[in-house]
């Protein structure tokens, strides 16, 4: 179950300095698809949480991937999608650690006051469309259909920490 992180932890976004969790919530929520670049299973996911992203990014929230990896791993796993959107490496896991995340991948909606406001871990359709549904609402935005045709089957995922 996803806990709600500090505020004061750090991001490390690839095209700027770190900063704090905070600084990035100053105005609108922020939505992560966390993933490991390390396991197929995060792979699986890619095209389907490109979608969610980009369904969400023109209304009023950043949207971005968390990967458990360093820059490089970022750039070489996600391809083009590392300039898409926003992308923070969590080499450490850190990140993922304070989110209190046990599966990836994961989708972690969080509000302005850093508090966990849905999450969904593994790649269970119902429970990324229930997290993608109430991120709908609160933005006054229509989310997407999950799961769509070409998308995976339900998996578990694997461990958050490695």
Known sequence: MALNPPPDTILRPLNGPPRPLSQYLT???LVLVVLD???????WI???????????SPADCRVGWL???GPDECRAFLGPWAERFITFADPDREVIKALGLDR???VVHLGMDASVLGAAEGWR??????????LARV???KGPTLP????????????ALG
Do not use: C, I, M
């Open 27 to 29: 105005t609108f929520h």
């Open 37 to 43: 670049p390390y396991t197929n299973e995060s792979a």
């Open 46 to 56: 890619l095209e389907t949480a490109g979608r969610v992203l980009t369904t969400f």
């Open 67 to 69: 990967v458990a990896g």
């Open 104 to 106: 990836l991948p994961a």
């Open 125 to 134: 359709p119902a429970e990324w469309q229930a997290v993608t549904e109430r």
């Open 139 to 141: 933005l006054s935005w």
């Open 148 to 159: 769509a045709a070409k998308d995976p089957a339900a998996y578990d995922g694997t461990p």
